[in-house]
């Protein structure tokens, strides 16, 4: 899969060089395929798993901090270059605004689940988190969607 | 509350008497179903004081002065104002009642005969895993004669008029009598109802005089067992055969006050220790711990009973305290751990139950762990160790030879998922041992006295210390062999002789013995729910890595498969591998849960870089739309 910021960097015609570069790409392709492979298993293993905990699940929690590392370098690698415009030399408006929501998304993801490892909720919070982190895994798809058909337009329009 | 004012119940004597003289017949509950409003009552919640005139089997009362005299009868003196016929139904006494659900698998009964190597769970519920005592050749009376030590009378004791009048003379329910519901069982508040005195009288064949025994209002002399099976107990002695006396009553006369009444004392609400004749558990072994090191269920230390979650009304139907126990009453989900400890609904928090928050714990836990799974039981070790029980060793009885190695082998807590709710919940646990036949796919049982003789053929005769301590047999595959062909070869026998035993089943195929696994030989489990630890003893109090760890008994506490008899290695098996759910995903389960303190740390830095650099951004794009806005 190509991994669409790294399209997106390309968007004005000078396609992004460097480690940080190279950086910002390895980090958008783990989070696209960390990304899907989490909702697979996330929403898929209420359909497949029969054991407590089962590999599905496993293979979710394996994953996530994978996620969150390849996230926050995304947005460590990513941000400045997202913060300009396309006249000041950033991509265009679709790709930074996926970028962005990407990111946002991808923060109220983290924060709906990450205080649950903390012994300072207890069963009815702990609750809501999970439902919580569940709707924001479906806000976070929707936006790495986004994310990737901006990157797919701003790729087309670099090639015509 | 509902009394028998003995004054009144004198003055009716004789129309009751004609009334009862008919009916009152042995194992005849339906003679005393009576309409409510016919019962004296007091409905008040002081107890009533049970000044009662004592009847026997026939409805006649009691004088002590009389020669011979008979022994009370619970049936005739407590019906006078309980109805026996209603009680006569409840879950203590109802197992072979075939309209009655079997509910949730509980504890079976194990017929252990040593010789044999058998050690068959028998239940006359239809529990699965579990064997008819008919299976196993048991009569009803023989059923009692041997389980009758830890019965509160009734159920199969207490056969109905049908049954009685086609049971055979060899059945000797004429000459033991019936062993009635004994009400003092579960309701003595004194101290002085001794159940191992009856448990002695039912030994000796002693059913109906039994209770009176076990209350302390007589001395029993005498043993039904030493008379034959044709015995008459209402006829006169005969002189030819001056031996041949029924057991003879002589009651304490200190018991009677002036007006021929005796004080009973009794309590509505069962005491505890009354429970814990029938209903205690003791971990064996090695490292078993001393009694006095146990601190007790935290119900009963908060000062409840058990009687306060295992309710019943008249009916006797109690609640057995299980999510989805259908077979109680309306109240029956209220009286549960949910019921009591979550706020679900105007039972929650009733006796002052507190709301556990359970902080940090992954609501996953509540889908795939029953509450009991990290709160009941001793603490898991990684050797699951044997127990002893009331029901299967006897318990409450006095012996010397009671040893840890008695069998049946019991162990706990074993974490197997509940037939019923699919959730993972520590279980008693007891391996299969019988003799039986195969055909087509199912094996039954055979009749213990088949065995026998086919065992005295094929096996060497038991030592006698060895008989007297109750020891459990290992067989060598040719005595195995020898019995296989010593029970092929009797005609009684239809079918493939097999041995169930170490949960595999073993039979002669092509000369030699074979084993395989099969679905009668799995182990028979039911829960455990007591007793209950408190809160920060439960599992997962001391972290995660109480159950995720290489020390998780949950998973990786071994269960030994009893002994080997040559065919079967000493495997133990893991709690994951009798769940049949996979060790390696369980051990995969570990890293993470190693490393949850780094993965935390990991996290939050970040969902702080993350939040930081947004928050960078943000401010810039705010401070520049800002700055549009003011030129």
């Known amino acids: 899969?190509?991994?669409?910021?790294?399209?997106?960097?390309?968007?004005?015609?000078?396609?992004?060089?460097?480690?940080?570069?190279?950086?910002?790409?390895?980090?958008?392709?783990?989070?696209?395929?960390?990304?899907?492979?989490?909702?697979?298993?996330?929403?898929?293993?209420?359909?497949?798993?029969?054991?407590?905990g089962g590999w599905m699940l496993l293979a979710h929690v394996y994953l996530a901090p994978l996620l969150m590392i390849a996230l926050t370098g995304l947005a460590v690698l990513g941000a400045g270059r997202h913060a300009r415009t396309k006249a000041e030399g950033g991509p265009p408006a679709l790709c930074r605004f996926a970028y962005w929501f990407v990111l946002v998304a991808g923060l109220a993801l983290m924060l709906a689940i990450l205080p649950a490892m903390l012994p300072f909720f207890g069963y009815s919070a702990l609750s809501l988190m999970v439902e919580l982190h569940e709707k924001a895994g479906i806000v976070f798809l929707v936006a790495i969607g986004l994310w990737i058909l901006a990157g797919i337009r701003a790729g087309r329009s670099t090639r015509t | 509350m509902i009394v028998g004012s003995s004054a009144r119940v004198a003055s009716l004597l004789p129309v009751l008497s004609a009334l009862l003289a008919g009916a009152m017949f042995v194992g005849a509950p339906q003679a005393f179903a009576q309409s409510g409003p016919d019962l004296l009552r007091t409905d008040s919640r002081t107890p009533f004081v049970h000044r009662l005139t004592l009847y026997d089997e026939n409805g006649t009362a009691i004088d002590p002065s009389d020669e011979p005299v008979r022994p009370y009868s619970p049936r005739a003196t407590c019906s006078k104002c309980h109805d026996y016929s209603i009680i006569s139904h409840g879950l203590h006494f109802n197992a072979n009642d075939p309209a009655m659900a079997a509910g949730r698998?509980?504890?079976?009964?194990?017929?252990?005969?040593?010789?044999?190597?058998?050690?068959?769970?028998?239940?006359?519920?239809?529990w699965p895993g579990v064997h008819p005592p008919a299976a196993l050749g048991l009569t009803a009376w023989q059923f009692t004669l041997h389980f009758g030590r830890h019965l509160p009378g009734g159920g199969p004791g207490q056969p109905d008029p049908v049954a009685l009048r086609e049971s055979k003379p060899?059945?000797?329910?004429?000459?033991?009598?019936?062993?009635?519901?004994?009400?003092?069982t579960c309701h003595a508040a004194s101290g002085s109802y001794d159940m191992s005195e009856a448990a002695r009288q039912i030994e000796r064949q002693n059913f109906r005089w039994a209770p009176t025994a076990a209350a302390g209002l007589a001395v029993v002399r005498g043993e039904a067992r030493r008379l034959p099976d044709n015995f008459d107990p209402d006829a006169p002695p005969n002189p030819d055969r001056p031996g041949q006396q029924p057991p003879k009553?002589?009651?304490?006369?200190?018991?009677?006050?002036?007006?021929?009444?005796?004080?009973?004392?009794?309590?509505?609400?069962?005491p505890l220790e009354r429970c814990y004749y029938c209903h205690t558990n003791q971990q064996v072994g090695q490292d078993a711990p001393p009694a006095w090191h146990h601190d007790g269920d935290v119900h009963i230390r908060a000062g409840m009973q058990c009687s306060d979650c295992h309710r019943n009304g008249i009916d006797h139907n109690m609640a057995r305290g299980f999510e989805g126990d259908t077979a109680g009453h309306e109240l029956a989900p209220?009286?549960?751990?949910?019921?009591?400890?979550?706020?679900?609904?105007?039972?929650?928090?009733?006796?002052?139950?507190?709301?556990?928050?359970?902080?940090?714990?992954?609501?996953?836990?509540?889908?795939?762990?029953s509450c009991t799974a990290c709160h009941s039981g001793p603490w898991p070790e990684m050797d699951t160790p044997r127990w002893l029980t009331s029901m299967?060793?006897?318990?409450?009885?006095?012996?010397?030879?009671?040893?840890?190695?008695?069998?049946?082998?019991?162990?706990?807590?074993?974490?197997?998922?509940?037939e019923t709710s699919g959730k993972i919940e520590p279980h008693k646990q007891t391996w299969p041992a019988y003799w039986g036949v195969k055909s087509g796919e199912g094996v039954s049982p055979l009749p213990i006295e088949v065995v026998r003789k086919a065992a005295k053929k094929a096996l060497p005769p038991v030592a006698a210390k060895e008989a007297e301590r109750d020891v459990e047999r290992a067989f060598t595959d040719e005595q195995i062999l020898a019995m296989l062909d010593a029970l092929a070869a009797d005609k009684s026998v239809s079918g493939t002789p097999v041995y169930i035993r170490y949960g595999r089943l073993h039979?002669?195929?092509?000369?030699?013995?074979?084993?395989?696994?099969?679905?009668?030989?799995?182990?028979?489990?039911?829960?455990?729910?007591?007793?209950?630890?408190?809160a920060r003893q439960a599992l997962g109090a001391r972290g995660c890595g109480d159950c995720h760890s290489e020390q998780?008994?949950?998973?990786?506490?071994?269960?030994?498969?009893?002994?080997?008899?040559?065919?079967?290695?000493?495997?133990?098996?893991?709690?994951?591998?009798?769940?049949?759910?996979?060790?390696?995903?369980?051990?995969?389960?570990?890293?993470?849960?190693?490393?949850?303190?780094?993965?935390?740390?990991?996290?939050?830095?970040?969902?702080m870089i993350l939040a930081a650099t947004l928050w960078v951004h943000l401010a810039a794009a705010l401070r520049a739309w800002l700055g549009r806005i003011a030129r």
């Open chain 2, 392 to 418: 299967a060793h006897s318990l409450g009885t006095t012996s010397r030879t009671r040893g840890p190695h008695q069998p049946p082998a019991i162990v706990a807590p074993v974490f197997a998922r509940s």
């Open chain 2, 105 to 126: 698998p509980g504890e079976p009964w194990i017929f252990v005969d040593p010789a044999t190597g058998t050690a068959a769970p028998l239940s006359y519920r239809a």
């Open chain 2, 249 to 270: 009553v002589f009651y304490d006369a200190a018991r009677f006050d002036a007006d021929g009444r005796v004080f009973f004392d009794l309590v509505r609400k069962p």
């Open chain 2, 507 to 534: 039979e002669k195929l092509d000369g030699g013995l074979h084993s395989s696994e099969h679905a009668a030989a799995v182990p028979y489990r039911w829960s455990l729910a007591h007793d209950v630890r408190p």
């Open chain 2, 170 to 184: 060899e059945h000797r329910w004429s000459v033991s009598g019936a062993l009635e519901i004994d009400c003092l």
């Open chain 2, 552 to 607: 998780g008994a949950i998973y990786f506490g071994r269960v030994v498969v009893d002994t080997p008899v040559g065919v079967a290695g000493p495997q133990p098996l893991t709690m994951v591998a009798l769940r049949g759910d996979s060790e390696r995903l369980a051990r995969s389960w570990i890293f993470p849960f190693e490393n949850r303190t780094a993965f935390k740390f990991v996290g939050f830095a970040c969902v």
């Open chain 1, 1 to 52: 899969m190509t991994a669409p910021s790294a399209t997106s960097a390309t968007a004005t015609g000078r396609p992004a060089r460097g480690a940080a570069a190279s950086g910002y790409r390895f980090c958008a392709a783990v989070v696209v395929l960390c990304a899907l492979a989490n909702a697979a298993t996330g929403f898929g293993r209420s359909f497949v798993d029969r054991e407590s």
């Open chain 2, 334 to 369: 209220a009286l549960t751990c949910v019921g009591c400890h979550m706020d679900t609904g105007p039972s929650g928090g009733r006796f002052g139950a507190p709301i556990p928050e359970h902080y940090g714990l992954p609501p996953v836990h509540f889908e795939r762990l």
